[in-house]
């Protein structure tokens, strides 16, 4: 799901950590892992809002499904 307002495309990857209640700790372990994506730009590192989606989506499928 790309988002189809204003809204930033890439994040920081405090903001990212924010967005997954996470610390960024936990998110450049996830990082390492392969379990969320990042894009380069220069020396920055920037997490792709879609990522997060995706990691999302794929989290609630192996759990069973949405919540209800």
């Known amino acids: 799901m790309a988002p189809t307002t204003d809204q930033e495309l890439l994040?920081?990857?405090d903001a990212a950590a924010a967005r997954l209640a996470?610390?960024?700790a936990t998110l450049y372990r996830?990082?390492?892992r392969g379990e969320i994506a990042t894009?380069?730009?220069g020396?920055?590192?920037r997490?792709?809002?879609t990522a997060?989606?995706?990691w999302l989506a794929a989290q609630s499928?192996?759990?069973g499904g949405p919540l209800p």
């Open 11 to 13: 994040l920081r990857i």
């Open 22 to 24: 996470v610390s960024r």
């Open 30 to 32: 996830m990082i390492q």
């Open 39 to 41: 894009i380069r730009i």
């Open 43 to 45: 020396t920055a590192v």
């Open 47 to 49: 997490v792709p809002v």
């Open 52 to 54: 997060l989606e995706t």
């Open 61 to 63: 499928i192996s759990l």
